[in-house]
């Protein structure tokens, strides 16, 4: 057996996207290959594909174009906010403007995050640390305020901080388009026919999921926050199973975008591996419901 190494975030929505590939419950059409899993978090993972260290990885959207010469985008189980995304929060701070050079925590740079800050935020300074540990030093006064993403997005309220921007949605009302916060890689030395198999794995993966969601959220609960049900709601099945339209033009500005700010490299096109054709129609009714 030839082994090849995926690597995914512990977030709720990347665990219940790998959750039946990983437990067994579908494998890939080519027999010889087994994969083995990794979890870390999302600027480790970012460092991770910049070395080239796994076959599959999943990235911060902006730092795609530092590593466009090394992977392809998968076509699932990208993460996409839809008018909502990472959320800038404070204790004391009620608009952008009264951040202008104060501290502002994020979980690693550059990150979607810590990048749409810089974007709708200008003037802050950024301070990188766990992005799990921003909630309690924005409520300890620490730093000025703090970019909340994954099950913070929800847990934050709970600590009586405010809401000072949803990123995301700002990113949605100035462009027009959804934001493509999180994607997932494929090695382009893998080659475009099992490249195509671990794409439609993917998404066979994510059907079950969502067919045995009981299950899934029982298993995502145990990382984060417990409120894997609640994250994972926040986005549409239909963007986790194939990668729309929208969100490809919205990639285009986005790598547009961060090459303006000297983030990365100008990236003038990129390659998405596709899977099983219209997935979407493969989903059974209702089955975010299902046992």
């Known amino acids: 057996m030839k082994e090849f190494s995926i690597a995914y975030t512990p977030d709720s929505d990347d665990v219940f996207n790998f959750y039946a590939w990983e437990h067994g419950r579908v494998s890939l059409s080519a027999g010889d290959y087994e994969p083995v899993f990794h979890r870390g978090h999302i600027i480790e993972l970012n460092h991770a594909a910049q070395e080239g260290l796994y076959d599959v990885v999943a990235v911060s959207s902006v730092f795609y174009p530092r590593v466009a010469d090394r992977y392809q985008i998968l076509c699932v189980g990208n993460s996409v906010g839809r008018n909502f995304g990472p959320c800038l929060v404070s204790k004391r701070h009620k608009t952008a403007a009264e951040l202008a050079g104060r501290r502002v925590a994020v979980g690693g740079h550059p990150t979607t995050g810590s990048v749409l800050a810089l974007m709708y935020c200008p003037g802050i300074e950024l301070v990188e640390m766990e992005f799990d540990a921003i909630c309690d030093a924005v409520a300890g006064d620490e730093v000025d305020a703090g970019v909340m993403i994954h099950e913070e997005l929800i847990h934050y309220i709970e600590k009586g901080l405010v809401l000072v921007s949803d990123l995301g ?28 198999d671990i794409a439609a794995t993917c998404q066979r993966s994510l059907l079950w ?7 899934v959220y ?16 926040m986005f549409r099945i239909e963007d986790f199973l194939c990668i729309p339209e929208d969100v490809r033009e919205a990639m285009k500005i986005m790598f547009g975008r961060v090459a303006s700010m000297n983030l990365g490299p100008a990236t003038d096109s990129f390659e998405v591996t596709e899977g099983i054709e219209n997935p979407e129609h493969l989903l059974v009714k209702d089955s975010r419901a299902s046992a």
Do not use: Q, Y
């Not at 999180?182 to 893998?190: C, E, H, M, T, Y």
């Open 169 to 196: 949605a700002a990113w949605c009302e100035d462009t027009g388009l959804p934001l493509p916060v999180g994607l997932n890689l494929v090695k382009r030395s893998l080659g475009p026919e099992l490249a195509r």
């Open 218 to 233: 029982s298993f995502a609960s145990k990382f984060g926050r417990g409120m894997a049900r609640e994250h994972i709601e």
């Open 209 to 215: 999921g969502f067919e045995h969601s009981r299950e």
